[in-house]
């Protein structure tokens, strides 16, 4: 027999505009001009933000402005569209990051949501002599870019006492290994961001401040396309790779941004997110 709910029950939110909702929330995105954090900037104004602070435009791609252009369009009059701010920053910087925070936690009066998808992939060196300054670059933006950015809102939620959510990009490569010459930094740094979300996770927990991961398998960004241009034979070998026999698209990062952004996670923290079709390690 099926339930039906009397007409005099009040009508309860649904659980999109309850638990996944991002109404009201405050969001700041690292690495939004283009692929991966672009889609997960995207994803949360439409799920609801106020704001989504997004580094940074400059060298925002033509086909990526399209994108958010397109995004601005589709949501031009719908209840609740969420506004995309940018802004220019060095993920490497601490002092202009927390700085940063604090600009938007005045401007704002909260801080909601971070999302720290900067990253870099860099060199075409052998482990062996792989050069020290290569491997510091990969690391100032992978590891500390990532605490940095993580303080730059952490601090904004610590201060505004309203609870929060870090999510922080890691990767496959944090967990497996792979062959070829870029991944001994690489790899590294997806690592130490595996570790430091737990860490975090486990320090923030007591202020309402959750900490976790998304580790995505190979995605068709610029950041692969780098290597396919070199070797378009590779594509190959990721797909087949793959139980689902393809690489990921950026898109198909934005449920698992939401789900971890939003109240729909509340007792999630310290895990990681698999995002790679079924690709754990090679
Ligand atoms: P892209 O190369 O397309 O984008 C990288 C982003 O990082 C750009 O927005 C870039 O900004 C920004 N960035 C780099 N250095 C800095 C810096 N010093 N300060 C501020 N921003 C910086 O990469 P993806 O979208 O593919 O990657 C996003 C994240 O996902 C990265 O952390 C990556 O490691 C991770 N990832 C990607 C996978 C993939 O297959 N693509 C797989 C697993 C993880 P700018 O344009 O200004 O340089």
Known sequence: RALQASSSTPAKPTIFEHEFSLADRVALVSGANRGIGLEMAMAIAEAGARAVYCLDLPNMPGEEFAKVKAYVARMEGKKGEGRLEYMSADVTDQEAMWKLGEEIGSREGRMDVCVAAAGILKGDTPCLDYPAKQFKDVLAVNVNGVLFTAQAAGRQMAKFDNGGSIIMIASISGSGANQGHPWVSYNTSKSAVLQMARSMACELAPKGIRVNTISPGYINTSMTGQFL?????????????????????????????????SDASSFCTGSDILVSGGHHAW
């Open 229 to 261: 241009q070199k070797r378009p034979e590779l594509l190959e070998r990721w797909s087949s790779n793959n139980p689902m026999g393809r690489i990921g698209r950026p898109d198909e990062l934005r449920g698992a941004t939401v789900w971890l952004s």
